[in-house]
Nanobody, 124 residues
């Protein structure tokens, strides 16, 4: 079974940094776009940053200049380096990836997969 496994969340003070990681486990043929989303209590899940297979990136305005998304295609892993954290960055962060798989019939399929989420809490 293919899974996205996140790590790196925690409790930090404003101005500090955290690095999130998301690794893919299981048998896959490849990964298209990878992304990080976040969801605070009472709010919808919003895109934080995304990165294409070729390395093109996209960021939410609220994190530009502070967060950096990167990926290691050899390790099927995506990272989110978060600097100068603010209390408003507090949320559950979710990894998302477009995974290319071969199903039981031998057909190639693209599925949208989510990680379980990791809590990031920034105190003032």
């Amino acid at each position: 079974q293919v899974q996205l496994v996140e790590s790196g969340g925690g409790l930090v003070q404003a101005g500090e940094s955290l690095r999130l990681s998301c690794a893919t486990s299981g048998s896959i043929l490849g990964i298209n776009t990878m992304a990080w989303y976040r969801q605070a209590p009472g709010w919808q899940r919003d895109l934080v940053a995304s990165i294409s297979r070729g390395g093109s990136t996209n960021y939410a305005d609220s994190v530009k200049g502070r967060f950096t998304i990167s990926r290691d295609n050899a390790k099927n892993t995506v990272y989110l380096q978060m600097n100068s954290l603010k209390p408003e960055d507090t949320a559950v962060y979710y990894c998302n990836a477009g995974l290319v798989l071969r199903d039981q019939l031998g057909n190639t399929r693209l599925i949208n997969n989510w990680g379980q989420g990791t809590q990031v809490t920034v105190s003032s």
